[in-house]
């Protein structure tokens, strides 16, 4: 029998995603806050993920860092309200799906306190039936400065343990929905390149357990695809990713990037 992603367990320091949503085009955008918030809502519902059943969960430990509790009053009111178009198979051939996230939320109206919620019946199905998962770091995933790194550590995670594939190609289009990055943003290719693309390969490679990198296919002069490559780390590479995760944040992205200068990207 093959092995589910229901069978995976979560740790003090990771959390388990399925692979259904994280190839994702999001019909309502998040911000890297959302997508943060949201997956510490399935790791802390893990155990009982499958169950029809309401979850708890501190506010302070979705708020993390920052003082008052607007942000993440914006990022509940956006994840209640959030659909996302998933790919699954149906009767041995493709379809995409439209689910909502979340069926519920509840939420303390003033201060700290208890947050309540449930999965929609559908969502819980599409996690049960799941095979393929990835493994997220906390700790890379606090540190991921852009919901486009995100996005992409998400889709190297899902794919890093399958054997004999180190990369895979997608077209321009398809890629931006995988990162997140909206219809009306960085619309010209070498936009989404300079301010998106580059910059979270540069975040993923260098916080990561794997060594992440990317080729342009063309035709002409035209980049139609882009092929995402990934390998695991050496052991000394992987001192390198760690030491970073380790150090202050200034600076990260020059240091990453190889450049005197920070790249800015959209958040």
């Known amino acids: 029998m093959a092995y589910r992603t229901v069978q995976a367990r979560t740790t003090q320091n990771s959390l388990i995603k399925p692979g259904e949503l994280i190839?994702?085009?999001?019909?309502?955008?998040?911000?890297?806050?959302?997508?943060?918030?949201?997956?510490l809502l399935l790791g802390n519902a893990w155990e009982n993920i499958e169950d029809d059943v309401e979850h708890s969960i501190n506010k302070r430990d979705l708020r993390g860092s920052h003082a008052g509790n607007e942000r993440l009053d914006d990022t509940i009111g956006r994840l209640m309200g959030a659909r996302v178009v998933v790919q699954l198979e149906r009767d041995g051939k493709p379809y995409s799906r439209s689910v909502p996230l979340l069926e519920h939320i509840d939420e303390p109206i003033r201060g700290d306190g208890k947050i309540y919620y449930s999965l929609t019946r559908k969502l819980r199905k599409l996690i049960s039936n799941s095979h393929i998962f990835a493994r997220i770091e906390k700790d890379v995933m606090l540190a991921l400065s852009s919901k486009y790194a995100l996005a992409l550590y998400e889709m190297v995670q899902k794919r890093g343990n399958l054997s004999h594939q180190w990369s895979e190609t997608f077209e321009v289009e398809?890629?931006?929905?995988?990162?997140?990055?909206?219809?009306?943003?960085?619309?010209?290719?070498?936009?989404?390149?300079?301010?998106?693309?580059?910059?979270?390969?540069?975040?993923?490679?260098?916080?990561?357990?794997?060594?992440?990198?990317?080729v342009e296919v063309k035709k002409g002069r035209k980049v139609e695809a882009i092929t995402i490559g990934w390998h695991k780390k050496s052991v000394e590479e992987l001192k390198e990713a760690f030491s970073e995760l380790k150090r202050h944040k200034v600076g990260r992205r020059a240091r990453l990037s190889g450049t005197d200068e920070p790249i800015q990207t959209a958040s």
Do not use: H
Request: hydrophobic share 40%; net charge positive; charged share 30%.
């Open 23 to 39: 190839d994702i085009k999001e019909l309502t955008p998040l911000t890297l806050f959302d997508r943060r918030v949201f997956n």
């Open 174 to 214: 398809r890629m931006r929905e995988l990162l997140g990055v909206p219809t009306d943003k960085l619309t010209a290719y070498k936009s989404f390149k300079q301010r998106a693309l580059v910059p979270a390969i540069d975040e993923v490679n260098g916080l990561s357990s794997y060594g992440v990198s990317f």
